[in-house]
């Protein structure tokens, strides 16, 4: 509460701690999702090279 003269009004409390800490809270579960989908299937295509599939190559 504050109080001017007469007039009192509500003024709330920020507490930076517990922002801070929401904020950093966040980032890593979205680090830890990213990563999860990364691990699963990476976003580069896969590459296997097969003998049959060569050019050039005769079994």
């Known amino acids: 509460m504050t109080s ?3 007039a009192t009004t509500w003024t709330p409390v920020v507490d930076g701690g ?3 800490l929401i904020g950093v809270v966040t980032g890593l579960i979205a680090a ?3 990563s ?7 976003p580069w295509p896969r590459m ?3 003998t049959d599939q060569v050019p ?3 079994a």
């Open 56 to 58: 050039g190559h005769h």
């Open 36 to 42: 999860a989908a990364v691990l699963r299937q990476p």
């Open 4 to 6: 001017a003269g007469a």
């Open 32 to 34: 830890t999702l990213g």
């Open 48 to 50: 296997t090279i097969h």
């Open 18 to 20: 517990r922002v801070a």
